[in-house]
């Protein structure tokens, strides 16, 4: 099983300011499998990026994905006030797929 | 629009049993790979099942082995999900979910689970 660890567990900033949050592998991902998601209480999981760097559509351009391997991170450069929410990566190259834990987004 | 509903949810008795269904438009669940995923209240999400685009391959998480059934039925496009001997940690929000081509979840249908 793929693990994937996300940090920080809780990022605190302010509108306007970049977040960069991280996702780790624990074995190699196929870059094509690699997806983040933003989730807000009560919603389903929306997707921003597929394929480690395409950005779904309807997706501002404030949201980017980069990285390969082990290593992928969700950008976010300059947080509007409805960024605010808890982000997933997911890997759905093998089975079983998997998710990491999340990481929540906050204003500081 | 290509979307996908989850209906069947509801409140259900320790042991009881449960069917969810996941009903497809704007494209058919012939041919695409279709998985469920589940999230407890508060916690992350977790993936559950999936089947293949021909329905050859079905694959279940080890919590769900044995007690879950993943199915379909072509005719009304619409996928199923068995769920028997219900458990207290099968409470959770319960999602449809395409992962090829274009990605698409549905809305998610919770079940709860009372003793």
């Known amino acids: 099983e793929i693990v994937l660890t996300q940090s920080p567990g809780t990022l605190s900033l302010s509108p306007g300011e970049r977040a960069t949050l991280s996702c780790r592998a624990s074995q190699s991902v196929s870059s094509s499998n690699l997806a983040w998601y933003q989730q807000k209480p009560g919603q389903a999981p929306r997707l921003l990026i597929y394929?480690?760097?395409n950005r779904a559509t309807g997706i501002p351009d404030r949201f980017s994905g980069s990285g390969s391997g082990t290593d992928f991170t969700l950008t976010i450069s300059a947080l509007e006030p409805e960024d605010f929410a808890v982000f997933y990566c997911?890997?759905?190259?093998?089975?079983?797929?998997?998710f990491g834990q999340g990481t929540r987004l906050e204003i500081k | 629009e290509v979307q996908l509903v989850e209906s069947g949810g509801g409140l259900v008795q320790l042991g009881g049993s449960l069917r969810l269904s996941c009903a497809a438009s704007?494209?058919?669940?012939?041919?695409?790979?279709m998985h469920w995923v589940r999230q407890a209240p508060g916690k992350g999400l977790v993936w559950v099942a999936r089947i293949s685009s021909d329905a050859s391959s079905i694959v279940y998480a080890d919590s769900v082995k044995g007690r879950f059934t993943l199915s379909r039925d072509i005719a009304k496009n619409t996928l199923h999900l068995q769920i028997n001997s219900l458990r207290a940690d099968d409470t959770a929000v319960y999602y449809c979910v395409r992962l090829s081509g274009t990605i698409i979840w549905g809305h998610g249908t919770l079940v709860t689970v009372s003793s």
């Open positions: 394929g480690a760097s």
């Open positions: 997911q890997q759905y190259s093998t089975l079983p797929i998997t």
């Open positions: 704007g494209f058919t669940v012939s041919g695409h790979f």
